[in-house]
Every structure is written in C-alpha cells, then in structure tokens.
Nanobody
Framework: QVQLIESGGGLVQPGGSLRLSCAASGRSISHYAMGWFRQAPGKERELVATIAGSADVTHYSDSLKGRFAISRDNAKNTLYLQMNSLISEDTAVYYC????????????????????WGQGTQVTVSS
C-alpha cells in the first residue's frame, strides 16, 4: 500500500508557475510508475504526464509538453509537476497516481491502470 498526498496547488495568474508535489508514504516509490492527471469541472479526467520508476522515461500530453515537466525524487519519495506559462484552461483538480511495476522503465499511461490516487489539489489560473 502506498498513500499519496498532493500539495502546492493554489491560485496563480496567467503566465505564472506552480510546482505541485506528491508525497508518498507507506512504500518506496522506486518501483512505482507514477503520473499526474487533472479534472476540470464538467470534464473527464485527463492525462497530464506520467513517469516510470527511473526518471528518464516520461510521457506527456502533447498539448502540455514544453510547459509542464514531471519529475521525481525517489530519495525523498516525492513526485513533482512543474507547471509554467499557465493559462486559464489549466484550471483543474490535479491528482497524483501510482502503479507498482516490477521494471523501473515501464511507463503507465492509462488512468484506469493506476490503483493508487491522491486526494487532489486545486489549481486555479485566473487574474
């Protein structure tokens, strides 16, 4: 079992930046593929980015690549999402997710494949 707690959300002006954190407890995340998803009001949950146990294997939503960067610090048992050049359409609840993988190079992208989820953190981009 692994518990995930997101933090770092809040209100930011368009063009601003935020860094979200996902602190994991209960297990080391070294062998967990992890990801960030978001859900805006009235919208389906969508992929933001995912990362394998080894940080060199990543996948981004095409629309977000270049503005967002997913990273992890396994020593700190923490996943991060750096969000830059934020726009109003980025407003959503952002969720951290994890899935155990025997290989640290396996990338998980399907949201229903992740079996551990955080409670979410609200990101609001507004003037």
């Amino acid at each position: 079992q692994v518990q995930l707690i997101e933090s770092g959300g809040g209100l930011v002006q368009p063009g601003g930046s935020l860094r979200l954190s996902c602190a994991a407890s209960g297990r080391s995340i070294s062998h967990y593929a992890m990801g960030w998803f978001r859900q805006a009001p009235g919208k389906e949950r969508e992929l933001v980015a995912t990362i394998a146990g080894s940080a060199d294997v990543t996948h981004y939503s095409d629309s977000l690549k270049g503005r967002f960067a997913i990273s992890r610090d396994n020593a700190k048992n923490t996943l991060y999402l750096q969000m830059n050049s934020l726009i109003s359409e980025d407003t959503a609840v952002y969720y951290c997710a994890a899935k155990f993988t025997s290989s640290t190079r396996v990338l998980v992208t399907a949201p229903n494949a992740f079996n551990y989820w955080g409670q979410g953190t609200q990101v609001t981009v507004s003037s």
